[in-house]
Structures are given as structure tokens and as C-alpha cells.
């Protein structure tokens, strides 16, 4: 089993920044892969950004330009610097990491709990 605990979230007004975390924690052998997606309220989670364990990294159009997502693998984190934030970035941000687990074979799919930004004046 692994856990996910994310931080970071707040308030914050257009424009502004915001840098969230997310630690990996448990038996875990590798990861192959973390990143974030988010849920406005009323509508679905849609992808945010991604990272591969060899530091391929995908984004939502959206966000291209203004989030960066990055790892600290040594640490089993993610980060994802959030610039130039909308009204339209609130949601509940979810942290996600595909992990093979110490002492079986294949990886499987965790979720934090979610963090709530919410871009606002």
C-alpha cells in the first residue's frame, strides 16, 4: 500500500501563484509515474499534468505556459508551480502516482485526498 498527502492549496487572487506538493509514502519499490488532476465543483476530474519517472511530462492546454510540474524522485514527490492563475483553476486538486509496491509485480493506481485552490479576488 501507499499513501499520498498533498499541501499547498489556499486562496489566492488572478494572477497570483501557488505551489502544491505531494509526498509518497509506504512499501513502495518505484514509481512510475505522478501527477495532478483537479475537479472544478459540478463538473469532472480532468488531467492537469504529468510526469514520468524518466521526467517526460504532459500538460492540459489549458495550463500550458503558466503550471510546471516537476519530481523529486529521491524524496517520492511532486510539485506543480501554478502561475498566472483564473477564477477558472478552482477546483479540488488531486495528487495521483502509479506505484509498483514492494514485493509483488505490478503497479497500481493512488490518489491523495485533494487540496482545494480557489482563484478568487
Known amino acids: 500500500q501507499a499513501q499520498l498527502m498533498e499541501s499547498g492549496g489556499g486562496l489566492v487572487q488572478p494572477g497570483g501563484s501557488l505551489r502544491l506538493s505531494c509526498v509518497a509514502s509506504?512499501?513502495?519499490?518505484?514509481?512510475?509515474?505522478m501527477g495532478w488532476h483537479r475537479q472544478p465543483a459540478g463538473h469532472q476530474r480532468e488531467l492537469v499534468a504529468g510526469?514520468?519517472?524518466?521526467?517526460?511530462?504532459n500538460y492540459a492546454d489549458s495550463v500550458k505556459g503558466r503550471f510546471t510540474i516537476s519530481t523529486d524522485n529521491a524524496k517520492n514527490t511532486t510539485y506543480l508551480q501554478m502561475n498566472n492563475l483564473k477564477p477558472e483553476d478552482t477546483a479540488v486538486y488531486y495528487c495521483?502516482?502509479?506505484?509498483?509496491?514492494?514485493?509483488?509485480?505490478?503497479?497500481?493506481?493512488?490518489w491523495g485526498q485533494g487540496t482545494q485552490v480557489t482563484v478568487s479576488s
Open positions: 495521483f502516482a502509479i506505484v509498483q509496491n514492494s514485493g509483488v509485480p505490478w503497479a497500481s493506481a493512488y
Open positions: 509506504g512499501r513502495i519499490a518505484s514509481i512510475q509515474g
Open positions: 510526469i514520468t519517472s524518466e521526467g517526460t511530462t
